[in-house]
């Protein structure tokens, strides 16, 4: 299994909804992250978890929050978006951080903020 | 500053020619280099990688050379088959540091007409 799922595949909300975005994998790595995209531009990293602890925040607003409840699963939580928020959130995996690692990627969240 | 660079947007091939992509990068840093592939509404696909103590790599159709003096890497997809159409991105990590997290240039899409 090197597959790592994403729901939902698409989410719509308002500026004053709270939503969570869901990332899992079944791979046993060890540590994942969250990476925003805009249109025809790369992915931007937002946060590492290595070994469920937060390893890595790149000065995300805090309307973002992750969140690792166990080594498989990795939520990000969001309240009072902007519609500048609107892209495509991916969740990926390694099996460790560090130099050298290859990411798998989900398929992506495309979020649209109202 | 953009420190991996993919100076074409876009490249148009014929099917059954070779397709060639093109990377730079600044950090002399950068030790290990990855080509992601990425269908739209879709999450980038790992395609091949290669570590700067290599100047070639190859894996069935698709080739990854690197010229370290130049701080340049090239893809070659040989032959080019319809299904290769995607955005194609070149990243690179280093061993020191912050290094080791992923840097994206900015992708290349190509087209293989049949």
């Known amino acids: 299994d090197t597959e790592v799922t994403q729901t939902p595949k698409h989410l719509v909300m308002g500026m004053t909804n709270k939503k969570s975005l869901k990332c899992e994998q079944h791979m046993g790595h060890r540590a994942m992250y969250w990476y925003k995209q805009k249109a025809k531009k790369p992915p931007e990293l937002m946060f590492v978890y290595s070994y469920e602890k937060l390893s890595i925040n790149e000065s995300v607003p805090s309307r973002f929050s992750p969140e690792c409840p166990n080594s498989s699963l990795l939520n990000l939580h969001l309240h009072a978006l902007q519609p500048e928020d609107s892209a495509l959130y991916l969740c990926a995996s390694s099996q460790v951080e560090g130099p050298n690692e290859k990411l798998f990627f989900g398929s992506g969240t495309q979020l649209s903020v109202l | 500053d953009q420190q991996v660079k993919q100076n074409s947007p876009s490249l148009s091939v014929q099917e059954g020619r070779i397709s060639i992509l093109n990377c730079d990068y600044t950090?002399?840093?950068?030790?290990?280099f990855l080509w992601y592939k990425k269908y739209p509404a879709e999450g980038p696909t790992f395609l091949i990688s290669?570590?700067?103590?290599?100047d070639k790599n190859e894996d069935g159709r698709f080739t990854v050379f690197l010229n370290k003096s130049a701080k340049h890497l090239s893809l070659h997809i040989v032959p080019s088959q319809p299904g290769d159409s995607a955005v194609y991105f070149c990243?690179?990590?280093?061993?020191?540091?912050?290094?080791?997290?992923?840097?994206f240039g900015k992708g290349t899409l190509l087209t293989v007409n049949p």
């Open positions: 290669i570590s700067s103590i290599k």
């Open positions: 990243a690179a990590s280093g061993s020191g540091g912050s290094n080791y997290k992923l840097t």
């Open positions: 950090n002399s840093m950068f030790d290990y």
